[in-house]
Structures are given as structure tokens and as C-alpha cells.
């Protein structure tokens, strides 16, 4: 049973754009939302994370919103760079810690220069 | 400092050989953490050690998969009789504790043949 269910699978955007990724999880008990980030051939890399008593996080382009009675979280990367061409995972997990975070299926990102 | 190091890169391996993974976390991690990422999908929780037990493997998929971590530090993942169902991307990830953000290795891909 998928989790958490992230969208779109592949997204494109012109540099200086806006890149905005969705997720939607199902189990009430998640109470920690990490985003990452993974370059070909490397591990993926923590770029932000909320815990559900905040709506909004912003760290330099990055920034999360979340929606608690939604079930759902986004990413935002603001004046989208070709560097921040990757792949992008949301995951989630309880005790809000990242013991055991269960991830989306991940959104491949590419920023056109 | 060091990243998580992990060896080998890459393993082709025959159907029903056995394996060993080994993951060196950064040094001061008490956490160690396993998680097998399959082509095109996020990475899936397998199991992870906080010190020299594990304290949740419930993700390991069968009794042919086993890690250990004898002495808190490098951690090994076996598997046995390995099948062609069983390649994907092995990552590891340590963490100071298990309330810190996971740093991941860059994995260990595996093919079965």
C-alpha cells in the first residue's frame, strides 16, 4: 500500500521558473515531512523538513507548505536553477524523527537554462 | 568530514550466491540505517540499528536478508540465495541520533544475474 503519493512523476520548467511538487499521504500518525534531493549515481540528500505544527517552511529557494486536514505537503524551488536539475523525493514518517521514513515515488526535475 | 562510505559500488552477483554489503556510517553516528531503492522508486525502509541492535527490521522482506552491526560502527547487510528480484540500489544512512537527519550513503547497486 503506497503511503505516500507523490506528483508529477517528471516535471520541466524554464530556468528562473517556479518548480512546485505535490505530495499526499494517508496515515494520520506521520508527524514528519522531509524533502530530498538525488543526483544520478549519489544518495539522496535532505534539503528541507516541516513537522505538522508549522503550515510553512522556507529555507533560501526551498520552501514547504503543508496542509494538515489535506494530508498533503508541497515543495516549492523558487527561481528554479539547471542546477537544481534531480530527482526529488517527499517522505514521511512518525515519532517525528526519520527512523523509518516511507517515501514518495520521487518527481525527476529538469530546469532548462 | 567523511561521508557514509559504502562497498562496494556495484556487485553482480549470480542467482542463489550469497552477499555482503558494507556500509562505514560517519564516525559519531549512532544511528545506521538500511534502505533498498528498486529502478524509478523512492527508497524503502529494510531496517535500521540504534548502536549495536536492531531496534526495527520490520522491513527486511525475508528471512534471506540479514544486517548486523557488531561493534556500533560498520554495519553489513547479507543476503542469501540471492534473486534476480532482489537488484536495486542498496543505501545506507547513518545519523547522530535517531531525532537527527539522516545522511546517505551512495549506495551499492546490485544485479542479479
Known amino acids: 500500500q503506497q503511503q505516500v503519493k507523490q506528483s508529477p512523476q517528471s516535471l520541466i520548467v524554464q530556468k528562473g521558473g517556479i518548480s512546485i511538487i505535490n505530495c499526499a499521504y494517508e496515515n494520520t500518525a506521520?508527524?514528519?515531512?522531509?524533502?530530498?534531493?538525488?543526483?544520478?549515481?549519489?544518495?539522496?540528500a535532505l534539503l528541507i523538513a516541516i513537522r505538522p505544527d508549522v503550515s510553512?517552511?522556507?529555507?533560501?529557494?526551498?520552501?514547504?507548505?503543508?496542509?494538515?486536514?489535506?494530508?498533503?505537503f508541497s515543495l516549492h524551488?523558487?527561481?528554479?536553477?539547471p542546477g537544481d536539475s534531480a530527482t526529488y523525493f517527499c517522505a514521511a514518517s512518525t515519532g517525528g524523527s526519520a527512523r523509518q521514513l516511507t517515501f514518495g515515488s520521487g518527481t525527476q526535475l529538469t530546469v532548462l537554462p | 568530514?567523511?561521508?557514509?562510505s559504502q562497498t562496494p559500488s556495484n556487485k553482480v552477483t549470480e542467482k542463489g550466491k550469497y552477499v555482503e554489503l558494507r556500509c562505514d556510517p560517519i564516525s559519531g553516528h549512532t544511528a545506521l540505517y538500511w534502505y533498498r531503492q528498486s529502478l524509478g522508486q523512492g527508497p524503502e525502509f529494510l531496517i535500521y540499528f540504534q548502536g549495536t541492535g536492531a531496534a526495527d527490521d520490520s522491513g527486511l522482506p525475508n528471512d534471506r536478508f540479514f544486517a548486523v552491526r557488531p561493534e556500533g560502527s560498520v554495519s553489513t547487510l547479507k543476503i542469501q540465495r540471492t534473486e534476480r528480484g532482489d537488484s536495486a540500489v542498496y543505501l545506507c544512512a547513518s545519523s547522530f541520533t535517531t531525532n537527527s537527519p539522516l545522511h546517505?550513503?551512495?549506495?551499492t547497486r546490485l544485479t542479479v544475474t
Do not use: C, H, L
Request: glycine share 16%; net charge positive.
Open chain 1, 30 to 44: 506521520f508527524d514528519y515531512f522531509p524533502w530530498y534531493q538525488q543526483f544520478p549515481g549519489k544518495g539522496p
Open chain 1, 77 to 81: 524551488i523558487m527561481d528554479s536553477q
Open chain 2, 1 to 4: 568530514g567523511a561521508g557514509v
Open chain 1, 56 to 72: 510553512e517552511k522556507k529555507e533560501g529557494r526551498f520552501t514547504i507548505s503543508f496542509n494538515k486536514s489535506a494530508k498533503q
Open chain 2, 104 to 107: 546517505f550513503g551512495n549506495g
